[in-house]
């Protein structure tokens, strides 16, 4: 089965911990992306991939980390700078960044009380 | 910066009514515009694109139009059912570029 995987589905931290949420895509795409979504909003653009080893800032990347070591994974790490980090979080994949369709995983909500 | 706008943010229909959704671009340089749809706790998923060298694309109950000049592309769904209730989100990116602008998403509820 080719697709994206998103591991946990849900997470809760205690305030001032870091948490790494796990991305990975079996479907041999170079360009992976991590989305943040507040409740009734739309995505807003966390960082970006093009391909291994690269990766670029987003809108809101204040707050995030992410690394891109093997082309399937691409962990997103929420520190402990980021202000507001409850959130539902998506990560998609598509073959190359422009005007390719994205592939969604099925996301993590993350809860930090 | 790039901007898509989408409207109306929540629309409701009665089952078997048609479900049309706006959107409008900034980018110029944008040539192609895919539409996708989230379930509750889902992540979304494609549901149609068009390019820019076509007018209008059908598949099945769903049609997209696109309008170049005018930067508007738009969604339709005919005889809409229960199960095409959801959040749409319209999009637009370029070939050249790197990211896919996504507009803030319109809720349809559906009706029995």
């Known amino acids: 089965d080719g697709g994206i995987t998103q591991s946990p589905k849900y997470l809760f931290r205690k305030e001032g911990q870091n948490v790494t949420l796990s991305c990975e895509q079996n479907?041999?795409?170079?360009?992976m992306y991590w989305y943040r979504q507040d409740p009734g909003q739309g995505l807003r653009l966390i960082y970006y991939?093009?391909?291994?080893?690269?990766?670029q800032k987003g809108d809101i990347a204040e707050g995030y980390s992410v690394s891109r070591e093997k082309k399937e994974s691409f962990p997103l790490t929420v520190t402990s700078a980021q202000k507001n980090p409850t959130a539902f979080y998506l990560c998609a994949s598509s073959p190359r960044t422009g005007a390719y369709e994205q592939y969604f995983g099925p996301g993590t909500r993350l809860t930090v009380t | 910066g790039e901007n898509v706008e989408q409207h109306p943010s929540t629309l409701s229909v009665q089952e078997g009514d048609s479900a049309v959704i706006k959107c409008t671009y900034s980018?110029?340089?944008?040539?192609?515009f895919p539409w996708y749809k989230q379930e509750l706790g889902k992540g979304p998923q494609l549901i149609i694109d068009i390019r820019s060298n076509v007018g209008e694309k059908k598949d099945q109950r769903i049609a997209v139009t696109l309008n170049k000049t005018a930067k508007h592309f738009s969604l339709h769904i005919t005889e809409t059912q229960p199960e095409d209730s959801a959040v749409y989100f319209c999009a637009a990116s370029s070939s050249g570029g790197f990211k896919t602008i996504f507009g803030a998403g319109t809720r349809l509820f559906v009706k029995a």
């Open positions: 479907l041999n795409h170079d360009a």
């Open positions: 991939s093009q391909i291994v080893n690269d990766f």
């Open positions: 980018d110029s340089a944008s040539n192609y």
